[in-house]
């Protein structure tokens, strides 16, 4: 079998249209935390040690931004890095 070096969901960025509707909702419904807040962004925090899980900031419509993972090594991140780059991905 192949290993596959993503070992879990990191976090996600959501765009959307009305801010204060989807952080209560992400607070009341699915039970997070805020973390921190800007003047056009809510990040989200859940049990967990990271700073935030899910990030939402306003949008004209509702989106997913980005999805951010996590590597079981550095050593498999950067092989993912190489490989994405070596297939053409806009490395930022």
Do not use: K
């Amino acid at each position: 079998m192949i290993r596959f070096p993503v070992c879990a969901l990191r976090s996600v960025e959501l765009g959307t249209p009305d801010l204060d509707v989807s952080e209560r909702f992400y607070t009341t419904v699915w039970g997070l935390d805020v973390a921190a807040r800007t003047a056009d962004a809510v990040y989200l925090r859940g049990t967990g040690s990271d700073h935030h899980i899910v990030a939402l900031r306003q949008s004209d419509a509702s989106e997913l931004r980005s999805v951010t993972f996590r590597a079981a090594s550095a050593d498999d991140l950067a092989a993912i890095r190489d490989a994405a780059a070596a297939r053409g991905a806009e490395l930022l």
